[in-house]
């Protein structure tokens, strides 16, 4: 299972857009990444998932580079409301998700 | 969207007792289900796959006498915890996974439910 590293917070303001990095350096040809979203006392929410290059939604966009050993999610513009704990997740074949620390994002006004 | 609920949402009981959380897909049926505990300021940690009609897949460590699961049906999931102990209130959190979605990777959470053992 590859592990997934990503920094423990990221505080910016409201109107800027915060990239979060994740390293996955053993990252299998067939796995996806995929990046879900956590705000206090409630369950994930799906943000995205890509395989190579570049994957946008209306919510955020997912960068990853040639050799996949890592991903950026870009959220653009943030609000108050995007405060909340970020995972970056390898997908494996099992389909169980393992979660790591999270990033802590804070937005501010 | 799709759309899982749980309930209760949140719950207190004595130590001893047996508590049961429901866990249910509402517009689509889950292959898979997924029970998550969650510690005050920790991460999600997997405590067992569901498939519907066959047994559950406990992870390492979590103890399957202890969190019965049963997978009924494609839209629902129990995770019953006996003899509760203090050392059990956790937020438990459920996901579904719709093998026939337009992503099959991707996991449907539920809202959570809080657990508290006095």
């Known amino acids: 299972l590859a592990k997934t590293t990503q920094p423990i917070s990221m505080d910016s303001y409201e109107g800027q857009e915060v990239n979060i990095t994740c390293s996955h350096n053993n990252i299998a040809t067939n796995d996806y990444i995929t990046w879900y979203q956590q705000f206090p006392s409630q369950g994930p929410r799906f943000i995205i998932q890509g395989y190579k290059t570049k994957v946008t939604n209306e919510v955020a966009s997912l960068f990853i580079p040639a ?16 405060t909340a704990v970020y995972y970056c997740l390898v997908l494996p074949n099992d389909y169980k998700l393992s979660f790591g620390a999270g990033t802590t994002v804070t937005v501010r006004a | 969207g799709a759309v899982v609920s749980q309930h209760p949402s949140r719950v207190i009981c004595k130590s001893g007792t047996s508590v049961k959380i429901e866990c ?28 519907e009609g ?7 460590g979590v103890e399957k006498d202890k969190f019965l699961i049963n997978h009924a049906s494609l839209t629902l999931s129990t995770l019953t915890v006996t003899s509760a102990h203090p050392e059990d209130s956790s937020f438990y959190i459920c996901s579904a996974r719709d093998g026939a ?18």
Do not use: C, H, I
């Open chain 1, 67 to 82: 050799d996949r050993k890592s991903s950026t999610l870009s959220l653009p513009r943030v609000s108050l409301s995007d």
């Open chain 2, 24 to 51: 249910r897909s509402l517009d689509f049926q889950a292959t898979t289900m997924f029970w998550y505990r969650q510690f005050p300021k920790q991460s999600l940690m997997l405590m067992a796959t569901s498939n």
């Open chain 2, 54 to 60: 066959s047994k559950a897949t406990y992870e390492q």
């Open chain 2, 101 to 118: 979605g337009e992503n099959p990777y991707e996991q449907f959470f539920g809202p959570g439910t809080r657990l508290t053992v006095l």
